[in-house]
Nanobody
Framework: VQLQASGGGLVQAGGSLRLSCVAS????????MGWVRQAPGKEREFVAA????????KYADSVKGRFAISRDDALNTVYLQMNSLKPEDTAVYYC????????????????????WGKGTQVTSPA
């Protein structure tokens, strides 16, 4: 599976962006999908994830109520709708795929993520 993220850009604080991640291959629906970000000088940070079925989601406390993750298996695409952006949301955002949400969050910190996409830059100046 190859993952290609897009949709990043420069938006003033309070604004919105929608990130997309398109997956190649026919097994997209068998993976939980997620978004991870890395700000300059900081470690990678979990942002959001969605289960294979789409029924389950998980968010970092810092984005709850502002970000929403969704998936469209017909388009092999996962989205991250980001509203009320803050300067601290500035980072490179990566999409990732793993078997389940719990294994994805463990893999983020201990290694073993099944697939990573290239990042897309999100900048939200004060």
């Amino acid at each position: 599976v190859q993952l290609q993220a897009s949709g990043g850009g420069l938006v003033q604080a309070g604004g919105s962006l929608r990130l997309s991640c398109v997956a190649s291959g026919r097994i997209f629906s068998t993976y939980a999908m997620g978004w991870v970000r890395q700000a300059p000088g900081k470690e990678r940070e979990f942002v959001a994830a969605i289960s294979r079925s789409g029924d389950g989601t998980k968010y970092a406390d810092s984005v709850k109520g502002r970000f929403a993750i969704s998936r469209d298996d017909a388009l092999n695409t996962v989205y991250l709708q980001m509203n009320s952006l803050k300067p601290e949301d500035t980072a490179v955002y990566y999409c990732a795929a793993n078997a389940t949400i719990p294994t994805m969050t463990r893999a983020l910190y201990y290694g073993g993520m099944d697939y990573w996409g290239k990042g897309t830059q999100v900048t939200s100046p004060a």
